[in-house]
Protein backbone atom coordinates (compact mmCIF):
# COMPACT_ATOMS: atom_id res chain seq x y z
CA UNK A 1 0.00 0.00 0.00
CA UNK A 2 2.75 2.30 1.10
CA UNK A 3 4.52 1.40 -2.96
CA UNK A 4 1.12 3.00 -4.45
CA UNK A 5 0.66 5.66 -2.78
CA UNK A 6 4.54 6.41 -2.98
CA UNK A 7 3.68 5.65 -7.05
CA UNK A 8 0.90 8.08 -7.29
CA UNK A 9 2.53 10.93 -5.50
CA UNK A 10 5.00 10.61 -8.33
CA UNK A 11 2.75 10.48 -10.92
CA UNK A 12 0.96 13.32 -9.23
CA UNK A 13 4.00 15.39 -9.79
CA UNK A 14 5.33 14.06 -12.87
CA UNK A 15 1.84 15.49 -14.36
CA UNK A 16 2.06 18.74 -12.67
CA UNK A 17 5.54 19.20 -13.61
CA UNK A 18 4.37 18.26 -17.28
CA UNK A 19 1.65 20.54 -17.19
CA UNK A 20 3.96 23.49 -16.14
CA UNK A 21 6.52 23.09 -19.13
CA UNK A 22 3.48 22.59 -21.34
CA UNK A 23 1.84 26.21 -20.19
CA UNK A 24 5.51 27.75 -20.61
CA UNK A 25 5.38 26.13 -24.36
CA UNK A 26 2.39 27.47 -25.32
CA UNK A 27 3.17 30.81 -23.43
CA UNK A 28 6.57 31.16 -25.55
CA UNK A 29 5.00 30.07 -29.15
CA UNK A 30 2.05 32.55 -28.41
CA UNK A 31 4.84 35.06 -27.38
CA UNK A 32 6.36 34.24 -30.74
CA UNK A 33 3.51 34.74 -32.99
CA UNK A 34 2.81 37.80 -31.34
CA UNK A 35 6.35 39.03 -31.86
CA UNK A 36 6.09 37.88 -35.43
CA UNK A 37 2.73 39.97 -36.09
CA UNK A 38 4.56 43.62 -34.65
CA UNK A 39 7.46 42.50 -36.83
CA UNK A 40 5.04 42.60 -40.03
CA UNK A 41 3.42 45.69 -38.77
CA UNK A 42 6.73 47.14 -38.36
CA UNK A 43 7.67 45.87 -42.34
CA UNK A 44 4.71 46.83 -43.35
CA UNK A 45 5.20 50.19 -41.63
CA UNK A 46 8.45 50.01 -42.96
CA UNK A 47 7.81 49.99 -46.61
CA UNK A 48 4.72 52.62 -46.10
CA UNK A 49 7.48 55.32 -45.23
CA UNK A 50 9.76 54.07 -48.19
CA UNK A 51 6.69 54.79 -49.96
CA UNK A 52 6.28 58.17 -48.75
CA UNK A 53 10.20 58.92 -48.59
CA UNK A 54 9.71 58.47 -52.33
CA UNK A 55 7.00 60.61 -52.87
CA UNK A 56 8.25 63.46 -50.98
CA UNK A 57 11.44 63.03 -53.02
CA UNK A 58 9.58 63.23 -56.22
CA UNK A 59 7.65 66.23 -54.82
CA UNK A 60 11.08 67.82 -54.06
CA UNK A 61 12.61 67.37 -57.40
CA UNK A 62 9.35 68.56 -58.61
CA UNK A 63 9.67 71.76 -56.40
CA UNK A 64 13.05 72.03 -57.08
CA UNK A 65 12.43 72.23 -61.00
CA UNK A 66 9.60 74.56 -60.95
CA UNK A 67 11.88 76.72 -58.29
CA UNK A 68 14.87 76.63 -61.14
CA UNK A 69 11.83 77.61 -64.01
CA UNK A 70 10.80 80.02 -61.52
CA UNK A 71 14.18 81.64 -61.42
CA UNK A 72 14.41 82.02 -65.22
CA UNK A 73 11.41 83.46 -65.55
CA UNK A 74 11.91 86.14 -63.14
CA UNK A 75 15.03 86.62 -64.68
CA UNK A 76 13.12 87.15 -67.72
CA UNK A 77 9.49 88.33 -66.51
CA UNK A 78 10.39 89.43 -63.14
CA UNK A 79 7.90 87.53 -60.81
CA UNK A 80 6.89 88.05 -58.31
CA UNK A 81 8.97 88.41 -54.49
CA UNK A 82 6.12 87.29 -52.59
CA UNK A 83 5.80 84.00 -54.74
CA UNK A 84 9.53 83.07 -55.19
CA UNK A 85 9.71 83.39 -50.76
CA UNK A 86 6.26 81.14 -50.68
CA UNK A 87 8.17 78.31 -52.73
CA UNK A 88 11.64 78.60 -50.99
CA UNK A 89 9.15 78.09 -47.71
CA UNK A 90 7.72 75.00 -49.26
CA UNK A 91 11.03 73.47 -50.01
CA UNK A 92 12.56 74.44 -46.49
CA UNK A 93 8.89 72.40 -45.24
CA UNK A 94 9.79 69.52 -47.78
CA UNK A 95 13.51 69.00 -46.87
CA UNK A 96 12.80 69.09 -43.21
CA UNK A 97 9.72 66.18 -43.79
CA UNK A 98 12.62 64.54 -45.63
CA UNK A 99 15.01 64.06 -43.10
CA UNK A 100 12.12 63.49 -40.08
CA UNK A 101 10.96 60.48 -42.47
CA UNK A 102 14.28 59.19 -42.96
CA UNK A 103 15.29 59.73 -38.89
CA UNK A 104 12.08 57.74 -38.61
CA UNK A 105 12.82 54.80 -40.69
CA UNK A 106 16.35 54.17 -39.54
CA UNK A 107 14.67 54.15 -36.39
CA UNK A 108 12.29 51.53 -37.53
CA UNK A 109 14.92 49.69 -39.32
CA UNK A 110 16.83 49.69 -35.89
CA UNK A 111 13.03 48.15 -34.07
CA UNK A 112 12.60 45.39 -37.32
CA UNK A 113 16.41 44.41 -36.55
CA UNK A 114 15.83 44.21 -32.68
CA UNK A 115 12.63 42.30 -32.97
CA UNK A 116 14.47 40.01 -35.31
CA UNK A 117 16.64 38.97 -32.69
CA UNK A 118 14.12 38.85 -30.24
CA UNK A 119 12.53 36.32 -33.04
CA UNK A 120 15.43 34.18 -33.60
CA UNK A 121 16.01 34.18 -29.58
CA UNK A 122 12.88 33.00 -29.46
CA UNK A 123 12.57 30.08 -31.92
CA UNK A 124 16.04 28.79 -30.31
CA UNK A 125 13.84 28.42 -26.82
CA UNK A 126 11.05 27.20 -28.48
CA UNK A 127 13.00 24.72 -29.93
CA UNK A 128 14.64 23.80 -26.83
CA UNK A 129 11.43 23.56 -24.77
CA UNK A 130 9.67 21.19 -27.77
CA UNK A 131 12.87 18.75 -26.83
CA UNK A 132 12.28 18.91 -23.11
CA UNK A 133 8.59 18.00 -23.82
CA UNK A 134 8.68 15.78 -26.09
CA UNK A 135 11.72 14.00 -23.34
CA UNK A 136 8.71 14.58 -20.77
CA UNK A 137 6.27 12.52 -22.97
CA UNK A 138 8.89 9.35 -23.29
CA UNK A 139 9.39 9.80 -19.35
CA UNK A 140 5.77 10.24 -18.41
CA UNK A 141 4.79 7.19 -20.86
CA UNK A 142 8.13 5.05 -19.24
CA UNK A 143 6.42 6.16 -16.07
CA UNK A 144 3.07 4.87 -16.62
CA UNK A 145 4.19 1.73 -17.82
CA UNK A 146 5.94 1.17 -14.54
CA UNK A 147 3.28 2.05 -13.00
CA UNK A 148 0.77 -0.26 -14.49
CA UNK A 149 3.42 -3.13 -14.09
CA UNK A 150 3.55 -2.61 -10.38
CA UNK A 151 -0.13 -2.73 -10.30
CA UNK A 152 -0.56 -6.05 -11.94
CA UNK A 153 2.37 -7.14 -9.25
CA UNK A 154 0.60 -5.04 -6.54
CA UNK A 155 -2.66 -7.28 -7.85
CA UNK A 156 -1.13 -10.26 -8.20
CA UNK A 157 0.55 -10.40 -4.50
CA UNK A 158 -3.03 -9.00 -3.37
CA UNK A 159 -4.65 -12.19 -4.39
CA UNK A 160 -1.67 -14.22 -3.46
CA UNK A 161 -2.15 -12.76 0.20
CA UNK A 162 -5.44 -13.46 0.18
CA UNK A 163 -5.39 -17.40 -0.79
CA UNK A 164 -2.75 -17.07 2.25
CA UNK A 165 -4.85 -15.34 4.77
CA UNK A 166 -7.93 -17.80 3.44
CA UNK A 167 -5.71 -21.30 4.17
CA UNK A 168 -3.98 -19.96 7.58
CA UNK A 169 -8.14 -19.42 8.55
CA UNK A 170 -9.03 -22.76 7.68
CA UNK A 171 -5.89 -24.00 9.58
CA UNK A 172 -6.76 -22.33 12.70
CA UNK A 173 -10.48 -23.63 12.07
CA UNK A 174 -8.94 -27.18 12.15
CA UNK A 175 -6.66 -26.57 15.15
CA UNK A 176 -9.37 -25.51 16.54
CA UNK A 177 -11.61 -28.44 16.01
CA UNK A 178 -9.06 -30.51 17.24
CA UNK A 179 -8.12 -28.62 20.10
CA UNK A 180 -12.40 -28.59 21.34
CA UNK A 181 -11.63 -32.28 19.91
CA UNK A 182 -9.22 -33.33 22.55
CA UNK A 183 -10.39 -30.99 25.01
CA UNK A 184 -14.02 -33.53 24.92
CA UNK A 185 -11.84 -36.63 24.84
CA UNK A 186 -10.20 -35.60 27.91
CA UNK A 187 -13.38 -34.32 29.41
CA UNK A 188 -15.01 -37.67 28.21
CA UNK A 189 -11.70 -40.17 29.91
CA UNK A 190 -11.85 -37.90 33.26
CA UNK A 191 -15.87 -38.37 33.40
CA UNK A 192 -14.32 -42.41 32.87
CA UNK A 193 -11.97 -42.25 34.72
CA UNK A 194 -14.06 -40.41 38.28
CA UNK A 195 -16.68 -43.03 37.53
CA UNK A 196 -14.18 -45.88 37.46
CA UNK A 197 -13.02 -44.29 40.34
CA UNK A 198 -16.80 -44.25 42.37
CA UNK A 199 -17.42 -47.93 41.51
CA UNK A 200 -14.01 -48.76 42.66
CA UNK A 201 -14.68 -46.83 45.95
CA UNK A 202 -18.33 -48.26 46.80
CA UNK A 203 -17.08 -52.04 45.55
CA UNK A 204 -14.29 -51.26 48.50
CA UNK A 205 -16.73 -50.30 50.67
CA UNK A 206 -19.00 -52.74 50.10
CA UNK A 207 -17.09 -55.58 50.59
CA UNK A 208 -14.85 -53.61 53.84
CA UNK A 209 -15.33 -55.94 57.04
CA UNK A 210 -17.88 -54.59 59.93
CA UNK A 211 -15.00 -54.32 62.16
CA UNK A 212 -13.49 -51.28 60.34
CA UNK A 213 -12.30 -48.79 62.81
CA UNK A 214 -14.11 -45.10 62.94
CA UNK A 215 -10.87 -43.50 61.73
CA UNK A 216 -10.63 -45.59 59.21
CA UNK A 217 -14.66 -45.44 57.90
CA UNK A 218 -14.09 -41.56 57.85
CA UNK A 219 -11.03 -41.72 55.97
CA UNK A 220 -12.82 -43.91 53.57
CA UNK A 221 -15.89 -41.62 53.52
CA UNK A 222 -13.05 -38.82 53.12
CA UNK A 223 -11.40 -39.88 50.11
CA UNK A 224 -14.89 -41.52 48.60
CA UNK A 225 -16.44 -37.46 48.52
CA UNK A 226 -16.32 -36.68 44.62
CA UNK A 227 -14.49 -33.99 43.16
CA UNK A 228 -15.98 -30.03 42.90
CA UNK A 229 -16.27 -29.39 38.48
CA UNK A 230 -16.86 -25.47 37.72
CA UNK A 231 -20.77 -24.92 36.83
CA UNK A 232 -20.31 -20.87 37.00
CA UNK A 233 -18.29 -18.68 35.79
CA UNK A 234 -16.52 -15.98 37.76
CA UNK A 235 -15.76 -13.19 35.19
CA UNK A 236 -15.66 -12.93 31.22
CA UNK A 237 -13.71 -9.96 28.84
CA UNK A 238 -12.87 -9.47 25.92
CA UNK A 239 -9.17 -10.12 25.31
CA UNK A 240 -8.65 -10.03 21.65
CA UNK A 241 -10.55 -8.72 18.35
CA UNK A 242 -10.80 -12.23 17.07
CA UNK A 243 -10.17 -15.56 18.30
CA UNK A 244 -8.42 -16.15 21.72
CA UNK A 245 -6.01 -19.17 20.56
CA UNK A 246 -3.55 -19.16 23.22
CA UNK A 247 -3.03 -18.39 27.46
CA UNK A 248 -0.97 -18.86 30.06
CA UNK A 249 -0.96 -18.09 33.96
CA UNK A 250 2.00 -16.50 35.33
CA UNK A 251 3.84 -19.13 37.81
CA UNK A 252 3.55 -16.63 40.87
CA UNK A 253 -0.32 -16.04 39.74
CA UNK A 254 -0.65 -12.32 39.62
CA UNK A 255 -0.61 -12.10 35.66
CA UNK A 256 -2.83 -13.94 32.78
CA UNK A 257 -1.21 -14.10 29.17
CA UNK A 258 -3.42 -14.45 26.11
CA UNK A 259 -2.96 -14.86 22.58
CA UNK A 260 -5.30 -14.84 19.58
CA UNK A 261 -5.21 -14.35 15.75
CA UNK A 262 -5.38 -10.76 15.75
CA UNK A 263 -1.36 -11.47 15.71
CA UNK A 264 -0.39 -9.78 19.60
CA UNK A 265 -0.15 -10.92 22.75
CA UNK A 266 -1.41 -8.80 25.72
CA UNK A 267 -0.49 -9.43 29.27
CA UNK A 268 -3.21 -9.09 31.83
CA UNK A 269 -2.90 -8.80 35.78
CA UNK A 270 -5.03 -10.08 37.77
CA UNK A 271 -7.03 -8.42 40.63
CA UNK A 272 -6.09 -9.32 44.32
CA UNK A 273 -9.53 -11.60 44.17
CA UNK A 274 -8.37 -13.76 41.65
CA UNK A 275 -11.76 -13.40 40.03
CA UNK A 276 -11.04 -10.29 37.62
CA UNK A 277 -8.50 -8.61 35.89
CA UNK A 278 -7.10 -4.71 35.13
CA UNK A 279 -8.59 -3.71 32.07
CA UNK A 280 -5.32 -2.06 31.21
CA UNK A 281 -3.02 -4.44 29.70
CA UNK A 282 0.36 -4.98 27.87
CA UNK A 283 -0.01 -5.13 24.51
CA UNK A 284 3.20 -7.19 22.70
CA UNK A 285 3.04 -6.79 19.07
CA UNK A 286 5.39 -8.07 16.74
CA UNK A 287 3.82 -11.42 14.99
CA UNK A 288 2.93 -11.65 11.42
CA UNK A 289 0.56 -14.63 12.01
CA UNK A 290 -1.85 -15.81 14.52
CA UNK A 291 -0.23 -16.28 18.19
CA UNK A 292 -0.52 -20.18 18.80
CA UNK A 293 1.17 -20.63 22.30
CA UNK A 294 2.51 -18.19 24.97
CA UNK A 295 4.76 -19.03 28.38
CA UNK A 296 6.09 -17.55 31.25
CA UNK A 297 9.77 -17.77 32.47
CA UNK A 298 10.00 -18.92 36.28
CA UNK A 299 10.67 -15.56 37.43
CA UNK A 300 7.73 -14.23 35.75
CA UNK A 301 9.64 -11.63 33.64
CA UNK A 302 9.40 -12.50 30.23
CA UNK A 303 7.18 -13.95 28.01
CA UNK A 304 7.89 -16.60 24.99
CA UNK A 305 4.91 -16.72 22.33
CA UNK A 306 4.77 -19.07 19.42
CA UNK A 307 3.14 -17.93 15.66
CA UNK A 308 2.13 -19.78 12.87
CA UNK A 309 4.91 -17.59 10.89
CA UNK A 310 7.59 -20.21 11.88
CA UNK A 311 8.40 -17.74 14.86
CA UNK A 312 8.71 -17.59 18.78
CA UNK A 313 9.57 -13.85 19.71
CA UNK A 314 10.60 -13.53 23.91
CA UNK A 315 9.22 -10.38 25.05
CA UNK A 316 10.20 -8.56 28.42
CA UNK A 317 7.00 -7.67 30.04
CA UNK A 318 8.46 -4.29 32.31
CA UNK A 319 9.71 -2.78 28.92
CA UNK A 320 7.46 -4.36 26.64
CA UNK A 321 10.32 -5.27 23.99
Given at each position: MEHEQRTKILHRLQNSRLTYETGNLTDIIISHGNLQTQLEEQKKAFNRLEYEKTQLERLFESADKHYNRSSGKLDRKELDQRELMDALRKISELAKTVCEL????????????????????????????????????????AVQAEHTKLQIQFMKLTDKLKELEK?????????????????????ADMRRTKS?????????AEFAPTT??????????????????????VHQFDAHESDVS????????????????????KVWTLKPDMQ???????VLSGNKASVMSVQFDPQCRVVLAASNDNTARLWTISEGK
Open positions: TTSVKEKESKIRELEGVATTMKADLSTWKEKFELEQKTSQDNDDLRQDLLHLKAQAADDMNEWERSLKSQTTASKTSSLKREATPAIWPSTVALCFSPDGTCLATGGSDRVVSVDPKCA
